[in-house]
Structures are given as C-alpha cells and as structure tokens.
C-alpha cells in the first residue's frame, strides 16, 4: 500500500520538500482488474495533457487484481488474454510518453520444482505473458538479518548479477559485507 509517510522521510534523506515530492505523486487504487484497465486510460490522457511532466508509472501489483478477478483453470486463458492486453497498454504508454514503467509482481510455490531439485521452488505468477512483456527482470528476496537480496535473472543488457541492500527510514540503502 502507498505510504506518504515513507515518501517524507525519503524526500528529507536526500534534502528535498516532502511537500513538493508528495505534490508531484499521483495515487490511484484499482479495486478489479477492469478498473485497473480504466485507470491506465485516465494515466495515458494525463500523461497528454501534460506532456513531459511524468516520468515514471509503477503498478504494484500488476497480477493481484486478476488473480482475483480470474480464479481456477478454467479463467486461465481469458485472464492471461487480459493480462497481455494490459501489458501492451503499459508498453504503449512507456514509448508515447517516454516513462518508464515499474511493475511488481507475486510469487507462488512451484509444487512440481522438488521434483528437479530447484533449489527455490518459487516462481513469478503470470507466466509467460509477463516474462515476455517485461524487458528488465528482479527478483527480490530476504537475506541475512535486514539485508536484501536483489538479482537480475532476465535483461537484454546486463548479465545475471545479485547485490545487496537494505531498508532502513531513508529508503533503500546499499550493504557492506
């Protein structure tokens, strides 16, 4: 969930007006996957009207809305056939507008994974769909204590790579080992 209070503290880390930064954050909660749809509509005519003036879109979480939406098998092709179309709305928005999009995405356990012996039998949901529609792959996960782990495992121009950081009140911050 967004948190103003998390971007405050962000914005005193690095000197800057926590009012002026909230100011420039638009918020929105999609509350099916339908609407969700339409708030990228309303993202996209905002995004016209002030040409230039954004510069980043996150969707956290781009799959929850049509988990619930789309439960079971039987859902799966139409849900996923939704999911591509939401993805090409993003990547049409990403090239007219030039923004980057961040999306975020859930995992689930992978029953048939013990059966290869993966060593983490987690998997990202949303299949291929979104495996092919994202350029730049992370995967984040707890390390020891505070730390974090964050690796790149799909990227058309960075090797695989795994580095550390953590969270602390300022946002994120970079581990020594």
Same mark, same amino acid.
């Given at each position: 969930?967004?948190?103003?209070?998390?971007?405050?503290?962000?914005?005193? !880390?690095?000197?800057?007006?926590?009012?002026?930064?909230?100011?420039?954050?638009?918020?929105? !909660?999609?509350?099916?996957?339908?609407?969700?749809?339409?708030?990228?509509?309303?993202?996209?005519?905002?995004?016209?009207? /002030?040409?230039?003036?954004?510069?980043?879109?996150?969707?956290?979480?781009?799959?929850?809305?049509?988990?619930?939406?789309?439960?079971?098998?039987?859902?799966?092709?139409?849900?996923?056939?939704?999911?591509?179309?939401?993805?090409?709305?993003?990547?049409?928005?990403?090239?007219?507008?030039?923004? @980057?999009?961040?999306?975020?995405?859930?995992?689930?356990?992978?029953?048939? @994974?013990?059966?290869?012996?993966?060593?983490?039998?987690?998997?990202?949901?949303?299949?291929?769909?979104?495996?092919?529609?994202?350029?730049?792959?992370?995967?984040?996960?707890?390390?020891?204590? /505070?730390?974090?782990?964050?690796?790149?495992?799909?990227?058309?121009?960075?090797?695989?790579?795994?580095?550390?950081?953590?969270?602390?009140?300022?946002?994120?911050?970079?581990?020594?080992?």
């Amino acid at each position: 969930t967004f948190r103003p209070e998390r971007i405050q503290a962000i914005a005193e !880390r690095f000197d800057l007006d926590p009012s002026v930064v909230l100011d420039n954050i638009i918020f929105a !909660r999609a509350y099916n996957s339908e609407h969700q749809m339409e708030l990228l509509l309303q993202v996209a005519a905002r995004f016209a009207e /002030e040409p230039g003036t954004f510069k980043l879109l996150v969707v956290d979480s781009i799959i929850s809305m049509f988990r619930t939406d789309y439960s079971g098998r039987g859902e799966l092709s139409e849900r996923q056939q939704r999911l591509n179309a939401m993805m090409a709305r993003l990547s049409r928005i990403a090239e007219e507008f030039n923004v @980057a999009v961040y999306i975020t995405n859930q995992i689930q356990a992978d029953p048939g @994974a013990g059966l290869t012996f993966v060593p983490d039998p987690k998997k990202p949901v949303g299949g291929h769909v979104l495996a092919h529609a994202s350029t730049t792959r992370l995967s984040l996960r707890k390390g020891r204590g /505070e730390q974090r782990i964050v690796k790149i495992y799909d990227s058309p121009d960075m090797p695989e790579a795994e580095s550390a950081y953590a969270l602390c009140d300022g946002g994120i911050i970079d581990c020594k080992d």
